[in-house]
């Protein structure tokens, strides 16, 4: 269930990317993806600290403090699908005009 909440709160900050310029390393989907794999990550990683095993939490252990584990990791995630989107435009342009 946990698994599930990760998602769904990577899936709702992603929507705000609506308001960056699109730099992203793959457009939205990138953002999309970096989103969704940074929530998952950096929650599953969190959630392991607290627990100290490598696991989801069911249903029982899915609360309100354990769906915000996700929050970081998926602004973690979309940053650097950006920074990524920006090396690469940067490197683009310099190839063009040298």
Known sequence: MGLLAWVMMGLAIWHYTIFLPDRFWGGIVGAFVGSLVGAIVVGLIIYSVKVSALQVPGEKATDIGVVLYAVPGAV???????????????????AHAG
């Open 76 to 94: 973690i995630g979309m940053a650097i699908v950006y920074l990524e989107g920006v090396r690469r435009e940067r490197a683009a342009s310099e």
